[in-house]
């Protein structure tokens, strides 16, 4: 998949020739019959998006500051490492790479891989990463002992990269190393520093750093090299013989004062230190080596204490460094702020600083900041404080010096600096990195549409999309609305759905502080509109909120002794100033916003809250209903009563047509609100529509693992559980978010142990075994293509065309189905065509393929095709035996570019002969025929 991106850009670079009318009557043609057959298949993949099993394109966009930076020089690489999971939509374990012209390599994602640590390049360019080891939590008992590290090489060819993970042995029996604080090669060894957590004899825990060296022949540890500290130690580098090491020491009641060293440790055996140079006061953040061995220290002190930041410099042999002015390097620095990175250029040193905070009336702006040989400052650069802001980030987190040129690593880009002036040369965007994320909610609307909202992004056609995304009622998405981008990924909650179909939304805009509050409407053919509410002095903080076909209704508080409901128009935003209840009685001390709030179809606002009902720690749980007609006129507060349930329990409310569900209890809606006494379910229900509640339970299946299960109550019984249906998802999983769509459909995201979304699953009663569906393949003589369909209609069209497209023979059986297993995974398929200055061709592919190459502009995705199995480690199962074969004719200069699927050895073999390049099996059939044309 990798490579297919590499030529898919490199198609842009070749010349796009003239196509004659034919090959425009096929593009065309290609076109219609995409058109045709998305239409044919609408009622077999409803909602297939919501059904694929891997949410492997959706994730939480952060800064790239979550991660750390190594450069390699040789090979012209960047490396990008820490918390991520995601990298423009593309799954990867916390490791990415780009070109210095910040071009991801999507060959090179590693998966698999644990938590990275520490990250240096071997001589050959491969990495050679210390990752995460395993960790007691708490006491450290008597037979607990993890007394070993890991080390994974990973290859840094293009391509899948192999890893190889060596487990090193320390030798130090009775220790558990749980944090790695250094590491770094040079042959023959691997360097590393750890802490230890060991248990003397008086059961005493005792925190300590190892510094351990390891052949990288055969992994042994050496015995006779090595260094014991009481702090935590991290490396710098080695240069010249000798390893160099910084860490804080104290403060302590014999050594008040904090203190920064750094040491030399010789590289011969014992690994005795060379040197050690302190600083009092301070505390290491950036170390640094010049050419000739000189050292930089940077550091800062408490806030209060100034200067805050200090730059310092030792000679080689450790020794203060009297041509260095602290106080003239100081004196440029801005107070209250501290260096962020730092790096060392034509024997300048380069720093940045972020804006400071004690400086009235206003502090300085984050800047970069040169230094000559003596320690003379000047300020260069400066930004934006805006450099939170995950959508503009113009602060540069990273400075790296690699092949010759200064690179600012920002938020989601890379810029080239001039060396000189320090101004930008050349900008590469679009390395948006993050976390894996859950779509968040998901309502079906009237027009059997469906709407996502959160926080998460997605990309498609090259584009990235947040925080909202609607799919048709075919389950196509709909990408007209760039709604997620106006408000800032800050909206969560979709309020409900307006007369003419819009989906109402209400969320904080100010991205940092959340202080202005707004509400946001759009529909599938209009664009979005936004109606925004912040600084208006008859608006105070907005809470919980719901609409109706109307208003949006919305909780204010204007201090935490005072709230009402309020409302808004939905066609204007206008406040109804004469329309307020006030749902806080006088006396009472409200302690948040109510856990539920929400509207019935019969005009009554609902809500569940917690009291002190009399300043005396009397504290109940309350559930209230007000009357949307007249609130002014009493009794406005149709229902008020103490629901008997712990207070600070977090008590969600859910409304169907016929009752109101809180707890483990229901009201009827049509009798006053009165407890109906014949529903009592064993738990509170999750999720209510209106033939059953659905509950989510975890159960220890032993000692160390759970389960999570998913059940349902009848809601025509007693709330007694429904014995016949239940689901189980299996491990460390639990269910974050989902919806039912009246049709026996139960939609879940399950997330793993970390809460990150892994994947969705679709619980229902409706019989849903795939059905067979026959792959057949066509050959274009006018274009020169070969081109593959499992859509039946568009096979019946292109046969209507003989003398353009003409059958080869070749056919596959696989599988189609409204709902697909985690196994059976959907094609997505997508047009590379002349519009976008492509070749006039086709790509398949499932999964991870699919999230690639949507984040490229110039293919146009054209939904599902068929589904198929997946090989693993290119070997076919026996119920799906048949291997599908992808193939590139390498044509790229010409803008000829295309894929061939085959399915038998000695066609395969033919066209690798003719100069087509093998990129190995895709999918698994069960069935096939070989082509004979």
Same mark, same amino acid.
Not at 228 to 244: C, H, K, N, P, W
Not at 285 to 298: A, E, F, K, P
Not at 909 to 932: D, Y
């Given at each position: 998949m990798?490579?297919?991106?590499y030529?898919a850009?490199?198609?842009?670079?070749?010349p796009?020739?003239?196509?004659f009318s034919a090959?425009?009557?096929?593009?065309?043609?290609l076109?219609?019959?995409?058109?045709?057959?998305?239409a044919?298949n609408?009622?077999?993949?409803a909602l297939?998006? /919501?059904a694929s099993?891997d949410?492997?394109g959706f994730?939480? $966009?952060?800064?790239l !500051? %979550? #991660?750390?930076?190594? &450069?390699d020089?040789v090979?012209?690489?960047i490396?990008?490492?820490?918390d991520?999971?995601?990298?423009?939509?593309?799954r990867?374990?916390?490791?990415?790479?780009?070109?210095?012209?910040g071009?991801?390599d999507?060959?090179?994602?590693?998966?698999n891989?644990k938590?990275?640590r520490?990250l240096?390049?071997a001589?050959?360019?491969?990495l /050679?990463?210390m990752?995460?080891?395993e960790?007691v939590?708490g $006491?450290?008992p008597? !037979? %607990? #002992?993890?007394?070993? &590290?890991?080390?994974?090489?990973?290859s840094?060819v293009a391509?899948a990269p192999?890893?190889?993970t060596?487990r090193?042995?320390?030798?130090q029996p009775?220790t558990?190393f749980?944090?790695?604080t250094?590491?770094?090669?040079?042959a023959?060894?691997?360097?590393?520093?750890?802490?230890?957590?060991s248990a003397?004899?008086?059961?005493?825990?005792?925190d300590?750093?190892?510094l351990?060296?390891?052949?990288?022949?055969?992994?042994?540890?050496? #015995?006779s090299?090595?260094?014991?500290?009481?702090?935590?130690?991290t490396f710098?580098?080695?240069y010249?013989?000798?390893?160099?090491?910084?860490?804080s020491?104290?403060?302590s009641?014999?050594?008040?004062?904090?203190?920064?060293?750094v040491?030399?440790v010789?590289?011969?055996?014992g690994?005795?230190?060379?040197?050690?140079a302190t600083?009092d006061?301070?505390?290491?953040?950036?170390?640094?080596?010049?050419?000739i061995?000189?050292?930089?220290?940077?550091?800062d002190r408490?806030?209060?204490?100034?200067?805050f930041?200090?730059?310092?410099r030792?000679?080689?042999?450790?020794?203060?460094?009297?041509?260095?002015s602290?106080?003239?390097?100081?004196?440029?620095?801005?107070?209250g702020?501290?260096?962020?990175n730092?790096?060392l250029?034509?024997?300048?040193?380069?720093?940045?600083t972020?804006?400071?905070n004690?400086?009235?009336p206003?502090?300085?702006?984050?800047?970069?900041?040169?230094?000559d040989?003596s320690?003379n400052?000047?300020?260069?650069r400066q930004?934006?404080?805006?450099?939170?802001?995950s959508n503009?980030a113009?602060?540069p987190y990273?400075?790296?010096?690699g092949?010759?040129?200064?690179?600012?690593?920002?938020?989601q880009?890379?810029?080239?600096?001039d060396?000189e002036?320090?101004?930008t040369?050349?900008t590469y965007?679009?390395l948006?990195?993050g976390?894996?994320s859950?779509p968040?909610t998901i309502k079906?609307q009237p027009?059997g549409?469906?709407?996502?909202?959160?926080?998460?992004?997605?990309?498609?056609?090259?584009?990235?999309?947040r925080?909202f995304i609607?799919?048709?009622?075919n389950g196509i998405p709909?990408?007209k609305s760039?709604?997620g981008?106006?408000v800032d990924?800050?909206f969560?909650v979709l309020?409900?759905?307006?007369?003419?179909?819009?989906?109402?939304l209400?969320?904080?805009?100010n991205?940092?502080?959340?202080?202005s509050?707004?509400y946001?409407?759009?529909?599938a053919?209009t664009p979005a509109?936004t109606?925004d509410?912040?600084?208006?002095p008859?608006?105070g903080?907005?809470?919980?909120?719901?609409a109706d076909s109307v208003?949006?209704?919305?909780?204010?508080?204007?201090?935490m002794?005072s709230q009402s409901?309020?409302r808004?128009s939905?066609a204007?935003?206008?406040?109804?100033a004469?329309?307020?209840?006030?749902?806080?009685?006088?006396?009472?001390d409200?302690?948040?916003?109510p856990d539920?709030f929400?509207?019935?179809?019969?005009?009554?606002?609902?809500?569940?809250?917690?009291d002190?009902?009399?300043?005396?720690?009397c504290?109940?749980?309350?559930?209230?209903?007000?009357?949307?007609i007249?609130p002014?006129?009493?009794?406005?507060?149709l229902?008020?009563?103490?629901?008997?349930?712990?207070?600070?329990?977090?008590h969600?409310?859910?409304?169907?047509?016929?009752?109101?569900?809180?707890?483990r209890f229901?009201?009827?809606?049509?009798?006053n609100m009165?407890r109906d006494?014949?529903?009592?379910?064993?738990?509170?229900?999750?999720w209510?529509?209106?033939?059953y509640?659905?509950?989510?339970?975890n159960?220890?299946?032993s000692?160390?693992l759970?389960?999570t299960?998913?059940?349902?109550?009848?809601?025509?019984?007693?709330g007694?559980l429904?014995?016949?249906w239940?689901r189980?998802?299996p491990g460390s999983a639990?269910v974050v978010?989902?919806y039912?769509d009246?049709?026996d459909?139960f939609f879940?995201?399950?997330?793993g142990?970390t809460?990150a979304?892994?994947?969705?699953a679709?619980?229902?009663?409706q019989n849903?075994?795939p059905?067979p569906?026959?792959?057949?393949?066509f050959?274009s003589?006018?274009?020169?293509?070969?081109?593959?369909?499992?859509r039946?209609?568009?096979?019946?069209?292109l046969?209507q065309?003989p003398?353009?497209?003409q059958r080869?023979?070749?056919r596959?059986d696989?599988l189609?189905?409204?709902?697909?297993?985690?196994?059976?995974?959907?094609?997505?398929?997508?047009?590379?065509g002349?519009a976008?200055?492509g070749?006039?061709?086709?790509?398949?592919?499932?999964?991870q393929?699919c999230?690639?190459?949507n984040t490229?502009k110039?293919?146009?995705?054209?939904?599902?095709?068929f589904a198929?199995?997946?090989?693993?480690d290119?070997?076919c199962?026996t119920?799906?035996?048949?291997?599908?074969?992808?193939l590139?004719?390498?044509?790229?200069?010409?803008n000829?570019?295309?894929?061939?699927y085959?399915?038998g050895t000695?066609?395969?073999?033919?066209?690798?002969?003719a100069?087509?390049?093998?990129?190995?099996?895709?999918?698994?059939a069960?069935?096939?025929?070989?082509a004979?044309?």
């Amino acid at each position: 998949m990798g490579m297919l991106l590499y030529r898919a850009r490199m198609f842009l670079k070749g010349p796009v020739r003239s196509l004659f009318s034919a090959l425009q009557r096929f593009g065309l043609l290609l076109c219609m019959m995409c058109t045709a057959c998305l239409a044919s298949n609408s009622a077999a993949t409803a909602l297939l998006p /919501l059904a694929s099993p891997d949410f492997s394109g959706f994730y939480s $966009p952060t800064s790239l !500051s %979550a #991660s750390r930076v190594v &450069v390699d020089d040789v090979r012209g690489w960047i490396y990008f490492y820490g918390d991520i999971t995601h990298v423009k939509g593309a799954r990867t374990s916390g490791l990415f790479r780009t070109s210095l012209g910040g071009v991801i390599d999507y060959s090179w994602l590693p998966q698999n891989l644990k938590k990275l640590r520490s990250l240096a390049i071997a001589d050959n360019g491969d990495l /050679l990463a210390m990752v995460e080891p395993e960790s007691v939590i708490g $006491p450290l008992p008597s !037979s %607990a #002992s993890i007394d070993y &590290v890991d080390v994974v090489r990973i290859s840094h060819v293009a391509g899948a990269p192999t890893l190889t993970t060596v487990r090193l042995s320390v030798a130090q029996p009775g220790t558990q190393f749980d944090y790695l604080t250094a590491f770094t090669a040079e042959a023959p060894w691997f360097y590393v520093a750890l802490r230890g957590r060991s248990a003397s004899a008086s059961g005493q825990i005792s925190d300590q750093t190892y510094l351990r060296r390891f052949s990288m022949t055969n992994q042994l540890l050496d #015995s006779s090299w090595g260094q014991v500290y009481d702090e935590q130690a991290t490396f710098v580098r080695i240069y010249s013989g000798g390893l160099y090491l910084t860490y804080s020491s104290g403060p302590s009641i014999t050594q008040p004062k904090v203190q920064s060293i750094v040491q030399r440790v010789a590289l011969t055996s014992g690994a005795a230190p060379g040197w050690t140079a302190t600083v009092d006061g301070i505390y290491p953040r950036n170390v640094l080596i010049d050419s000739i061995g000189r050292i930089y220290l940077t550091g800062d002190r408490s806030p209060n204490i100034q200067p805050f930041l200090e730059i310092h410099r030792f000679t080689a042999i450790g020794a203060r460094d009297t041509s260095w002015s602290v106080e003239r390097a100081n004196s440029i620095l801005p107070p209250g702020g501290w260096i962020t990175n730092a790096v060392l250029l034509n024997q300048q040193l380069i720093v940045t600083t972020t804006g400071g905070n004690v400086s009235p009336p206003i502090p300085p702006p984050p800047s970069l900041v040169s230094f000559d040989d003596s320690g003379n400052g000047r300020i260069v650069r400066q930004f934006s404080k805006d450099y939170r802001s995950s959508n503009a980030a113009p602060f540069p987190y990273a400075l790296i010096v690699g092949a010759g040129k200064l690179l600012s690593i920002r938020s989601q880009s890379i810029e080239v600096l001039d060396q000189e002036t320090f101004e930008t040369q050349a900008t590469y965007v679009g390395l948006s990195a993050g976390r894996a994320s859950s779509p968040g909610t998901i309502k079906r609307q009237p027009d059997g549409s469906t709407l996502l909202v959160g926080r998460f992004s997605v990309w498609y056609e090259g584009q990235e999309f947040r925080n909202f995304i609607r799919y048709d009622a075919n389950g196509i998405p709909d990408f007209k609305s760039r709604l997620g981008d106006a408000v800032d990924a800050n909206f969560s909650v979709l309020a409900g759905v307006s007369a003419q179909g819009e989906a109402v939304l209400t969320g904080a805009r100010n991205a940092q502080t959340g202080a202005s509050s707004f509400y946001v409407t759009a529909t599938a053919n209009t664009p979005a509109r936004t109606l925004d509410i912040s600084g208006r002095p008859e608006y105070g903080a907005v809470g919980a909120s719901a609409a109706d076909s109307v208003w949006l209704y919305f909780i204010e508080a204007q201090d935490m002794a005072s709230q009402s409901i309020r409302r808004v128009s939905i066609a204007t935003g206008a406040l109804d100033a004469n329309w307020a209840i006030k749902i806080v009685r006088a006396g009472n001390d409200p302690f948040g916003f109510p856990d539920g709030f929400d509207i019935d179809t019969a005009g009554g606002i609902w809500l569940t809250h917690y009291d002190d009902e009399c300043f005396t720690g009397c504290f109940f749980t309350g559930l209230e209903r007000f009357s949307i007609i007249n609130p002014n006129a009493p009794p406005y507060r149709l229902l008020s009563k103490d629901l008997g349930l712990w207070p600070f329990a977090s008590h969600p409310l859910q409304l169907n047509s016929s009752h109101a569900y809180t707890g483990r209890f229901r009201y009827r809606l049509s009798d006053n609100m009165v407890r109906d006494a014949s529903w009592e379910a064993a738990q509170m229900p999750r999720w209510v529509d209106d033939r059953y509640a659905y509950f989510v339970t975890n159960r220890a299946v032993s000692n160390t693992l759970t389960e999570t299960l998913i059940e349902r109550a009848s809601l025509a019984g007693n709330g007694a559980l429904d014995s016949l249906w239940q689901r189980t998802v299996p491990g460390s999983a639990s269910v974050v978010s989902a919806y039912t769509d009246g049709d026996d459909r139960f939609f879940a995201h399950i997330a793993g142990a970390t809460g990150a979304v892994k994947s969705s699953a679709i619980y229902t009663d409706q019989n849903l075994a795939p059905t067979p569906r026959t792959v057949v393949e066509f050959y274009s003589r006018v274009a020169n293509r070969y081109f593959i369909t499992g859509r039946a209609a568009e096979q019946a069209l292109l046969d209507q065309y003989p003398t353009v497209f003409q059958r080869t023979g070749m056919r596959f059986d696989t599988l189609t189905a409204p709902l697909l297993s985690d196994l059976t995974q959907p094609t997505c398929r997508f047009y590379f065509g002349p519009a976008r200055g492509g070749s006039n061709s086709h790509f398949y592919g499932t999964q991870q393929d699919c999230a690639i190459a949507n984040t490229i502009k110039e293919f146009a995705y054209e939904g599902r095709d068929f589904a198929a199995l997946r090989p693993a480690d290119g070997v076919c199962t026996t119920a799906h035996p048949v291997s599908v074969t992808r193939l590139f004719n390498n044509r790229v200069a010409s803008n000829e570019g295309n894929h061939r699927y085959v399915v038998g050895t000695q066609v395969l073999n033919a066209m690798i002969a003719a100069g087509w390049i093998n990129e190995g099996v895709v999918f698994c059939a069960t069935r096939a025929t070989e082509a004979v044309n």
